[in-house]
């Protein structure tokens, strides 16, 4: 299993409570185990062989204290000199990728997924991308999914308050060759790949109940420091 970790992002939002470092690097503990490593602990225990860090501001501290390897995964790093946004960042890191189909991970994210059911469940449905989907009630930070019966996605809805919801748990499974045609280097996966090519290409949501965390704004943040408090790092995937 190959993933690709965007960890290259400025985290402007968090910078008021984390201002040293890239936010995938923010600490979570009192020991300053950072958020990232949870990430890759998460990759470890799914059999993950090769994670390429895709990096930017400030990324000398994360090739710094991971090096060229984490407990057995090689790691290869995918610097953006200029910033190309979440869609030129994967584009480019899956240049260092082999196998025919990749994850996609954020670095401020952590989603508790079983990756080789998804993983399955992604080639049975001979998907191009397949997105892990959290059921959130009362929210109004994400934007939602609209799916059709078999799970294939239909359109990507605006953020607006909503009571129950599927949202983009930020864990992807694509085919590797899925952006190698696209003539931009700098796009959003999101806004200018994903949302605009729904009817184009098979896109499937893989819905998930497992823990789910995004660390990109203080409240959070301090949420998921608190959840870790309360169990060992590496053990949140049992939550």
Same mark, same amino acid.
């Given at each position: 299993?190959?993933?690709i970790?965007?960890?290259?992002g400025?985290?402007t939002?968090?910078?008021?409570?984390?201002?040293?470092?890239?936010?995938p690097?923010?600490?979570?503990?009192?020991?300053?185990?950072?958020?990232?490593?949870?990430?890759m *602990?998460?990759? %470890?225990?799914?059999?993950?062989?090769?994670?390429? =860090?895709?990096? $930017?501001?400030?990324?000398?501290i994360? !090739? /710094?204290y991971?090096?060229s390897?984490?407990?057995?995964m090689?790691?290869t790093?995918?610097?953006?000199?200029?910033?190309?946004?979440t869609?030129?960042a994967v584009?480019?890191?899956?240049?260092?990728?082999?196998?025919?189909?990749v994850?996609?991970?954020?670095?401020?994210?952590?989603?508790?997924?079983?990756?080789?059911?998804?993983?399955?469940?992604?080639?049975?449905?001979?998907?191009?991308?397949?997105?892990?989907?959290?059921?959130?009630?009362?929210?109004d930070?994400?934007?939602?999914?609209?799916?059709?019966?078999?799970?294939?996605? *239909?359109?990507? %809805?605006?953020?607006?308050?909503?009571?129950?919801? =599927?949202i983009n $748990?930020?864990?992807?499974?694509?085919? !590797? /060759?899925?952006?190698?045609?696209?003539?931009?280097?700098?796009f959003?996966l999101?806004?200018?790949?994903?949302?605009?090519?729904?009817?184009?290409?098979?896109?499937?949501?893989?819905?998930?109940?497992?823990?789910?965390?995004?660390?990109g704004?203080?409240e959070?943040?301090?949420?998921?420091?608190?959840?870790?408090?309360a169990?060992?790092v590496?053990?949140?995937?049992n939550l």
């Amino acid at each position: 299993m190959e993933a690709i970790v965007l960890a290259g992002g400025f985290g402007t939002r968090l910078r008021q409570v984390v201002a040293d470092v890239p936010k995938p690097m923010a600490p979570m503990d009192a020991q300053g185990t950072p958020f990232l490593r949870i990430i890759m *602990e998460q990759l %470890r225990q799914q059999s993950c062989t090769h994670v390429v =860090l895709s990096i $930017g501001y400030k990324g000398e501290i994360i !090739r /710094n204290y991971f090096g060229s390897s984490y407990q057995g995964m090689r790691i290869t790093y995918s610097v953006e000199d200029t910033p190309l946004l979440t869609g030129g960042a994967v584009k480019q890191a899956l240049m260092y990728c082999q196998e025919k189909q990749v994850f996609v991970l954020n670095g401020d994210t952590y989603f508790a997924v079983d990756f080789k059911a998804m993983l399955a469940y992604h080639i049975n449905n001979n998907a191009a991308l397949t997105l892990a989907a959290k059921e959130l009630t009362d929210f109004d930070r994400y934007g939602t999914l609209a799916l059709v019966a078999n799970q294939r996605i *239909e359109a990507f %809805r605006e953020k607006k308050p909503q009571a129950r919801g =599927l949202i983009n $748990g930020g864990v992807y499974c694509i085919n !590797r /060759n899925l952006l190698s045609t696209l003539p931009e280097q700098a796009f959003s996966l999101e806004k200018d790949f994903m949302e605009q090519q729904t009817h184009n290409i098979p896109m499937y949501a893989f819905v998930s109940d497992g823990y789910f965390v995004d660390i990109g704004v203080p409240e959070d943040y301090y949420r998921a420091r608190r959840d870790l408090l309360a169990y060992q790092v590496g053990a949140i995937a049992n939550l």
